[in-house]
């Protein structure tokens, strides 16, 4: 097998027996980037220089017969919200197109603790506002199993760079399905943690009551160790939860013997792709024979999750977006003749019109006379939600559904309807509403060979259950062994 398609543990051993150098491994990778990233742009930026220099020091750690740190060597890939200090961090946007972090994120800095290789930052829709890519302001990033068609959004550069094999795993963001939703849409694994699991300091705001960090990977049981990396308690995000963060990898194994997986009737709608109802409808068959219980359940506001999503999310956005005004950091509007039209220069050439809609419906929802009918009442839902959710768990452990009602569409199928385009996350969302964890895996392909993904919702915090139960599915199904036709 050719280094760069390694998996992070894979990586490891060969990395602890010699086999393959940091220095060798990370080469692969940036010889499959360049030899494939023309047909994909999963990336923004290259960090070869500095991925080599971080590879050399790996191999002399590993040399030194010492138990290296867990990812030493392992080239990880950053999505564009993710800061890494001296590195171009443009989150999908022109207005940061120069922006050149001066600091580490807390995931970035755990990274490198980790001894891992940060190789590069990945694409992303601008300001993680989107679920195909295509509101990148650079190029749009393709799906590596059909290149005509996206690969989601908006983490779509991590899970684009993962299934190519363009990297050993990648983190990327999710506050409304993007992780899941390009993971399945690619055919890798993708985590949402809990919210409050990992730590969202230096990681550009989009819906902060809404926004996680987690892993884009290979397989299961890379995804459990780079969550056990990643996780934890940070002083420096006060909504980063500080309980211990258990061995992920520990127990993968449990199987899910007694395990009660319960299906949502809302999650199994008309109009969705027929293959995908089979394949997670197979999978969930076969999870039920591996001894776990199926029980129906009912989340009745699921309907409602679009709507008070979309409401909050702009609202937030509108807020933590009103700090781009061409002062302190970003592109600045040249030759304008007070600081009023600097603002409104720099952000009407700075933005692009989906980030304009969303601000200004943000604005709107939360402007006197109509917070109530919209802001509040979006609130109150989400609570209807996430009381839907507790409900369920009392009769089961964990909650599966499809990640998406279809496979990647075509790019530009959903650009001229915005609509059309958020009903994408109609499985995705809720989930994020009621700050849950959330793992998609790969359970099948279309007829046309693009990939499906099952999606398995955990209580709060319980991410183990969810890597148990997707580890006990993948060793029956080997998924990720076929690979795109780069
Ligand atoms: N598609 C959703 C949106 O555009 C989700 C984005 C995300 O999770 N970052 O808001």
Redesign the pocket.
């Known amino acids: 097998m050719s280094h760069y398609a390694l998996t992070i543990h894979q990586a490891q051993e060969k990395l602890r027996a010699r086999e393959v150098s940091a220095v060798e491994l990370s080469q692969a990778v940036l010889n499959r980037i360049q030899d494939t990233d023309q047909h994909l742009h999963s990336y923004l930026t290259v960090c070869a220089e500095e991925a080599l220099a971080q590879a050399e020091t790996a191999d002399r750690t590993l040399a030194n017969g010492a138990t290296p740190p867990p990812l030493c060597g392992i080239p990880i890939a950053l999505k564009d919200v993710i800061l890494a200090q001296g590195v171009r961090s443009t989150a999908g946007s022109k207005i940061l197109e120069h922006f050149v972090s001066p600091y580490d994120a807390t995931v970035t800095q755990r990274l490198k603790e980790a001894g891992a290789v940060i190789i590069g930052k990945v694409n992303c ?1 601008e300001f ?4 195909s890519n295509e509101n990148s302001a650079f190029n749009p990033c393709r799906n590596p199993w059909d290149t005509d068609r996206v690969p989601g ?2 983490s779509g550069g991590s899970a684009s760079s993962v299934a190519a094999d363009q990297t050993c795993a990648a983190l990327g ?6 992780i899941r ?1 390009p993971a399945a849409f690619c055919g890798i694994v993708g985590l949402k943690p809990t919210y409050g699991r990992v730590s969202r300091f230096g990681v550009v705001a ?1 819906a902060s009551s809404l926004d996680q960090v987690g892993p884009c990977t290979k397989d299961v049981r890379d995804c459990a160790l780079l969550l056990e990396v990643i996780a934890g308690h940070d002083p420096r995000d006060s909504t980063s939860v500080n309980r211990p963060t258990p061995s992920y990898t520990a127990h993968l194994e449990r199987g899910v013997s007694g395990l009660r997986i319960g299906i949502p009737q809302e999650y199994f709608i008309e109009g969705m792709q027929p293959e995908v109802e089979t394949a997670v409808g197979d999978a969930i068959a076969h999870l039920q024979v591996l001894g776990a219980e199926i029980v129906p359940i009912s989340l009745p506001h699921t309907e409602y999750a679009i709507a008070s999503y ?1 409401v909050i ?1 702009m609202a937030e956005a509108s807020s933590n977006l009103a700090r781009y005004d061409g002062v302190r950091y970003g592109y600045r509007a040249a030759e304008v003749e007070d600081l009023g039209a600097l603002y409104q220069t720099t952000r009407a050439q700075g933005f692009g019109s989906e980030v304009k809609r969303r601000i200004a419906l943000g604005t709107y929802v939360l402007s006197a006379g109509y917070y109530d009918a919209y802001y509040v009442k979006a609130q109150k839902v989400r609570t209807l939600i996430r009381q839907d959710f507790l409900d369920a768990f009392k009769t089961c452990d964990i909650i599966a559904t499809p990640v998406a009602p279809t496979t990647a569409f075509r790019l530009g199928e959903k650009l001229a309807d915005p609509l059309t385009m ?1 009903l ?2 109609i499985f995705t ?1 809720a989930v ?1 509403l009621a700050g849950l964890p959330g793992l998609s895996v790969p359970c099948g392909f279309d007829q046309h060979g693009l990939p499906i993904g099952l999606q398995l919702i955990g209580r709060p915090f319980d991410e183990e259950a969810l890597l148990q139960a997707g580890y006990a599915y993948e060793q029956d199904h080997d998924w990720g062994a076929r690979k795109p036709p780069l």
């Open positions: 829709d993680a506002m989107g679920s959004g908006s963001t999710d506050t409304g399905g993007s939703l989009y979309y999310a958020y994408s996350d969302i994020n």
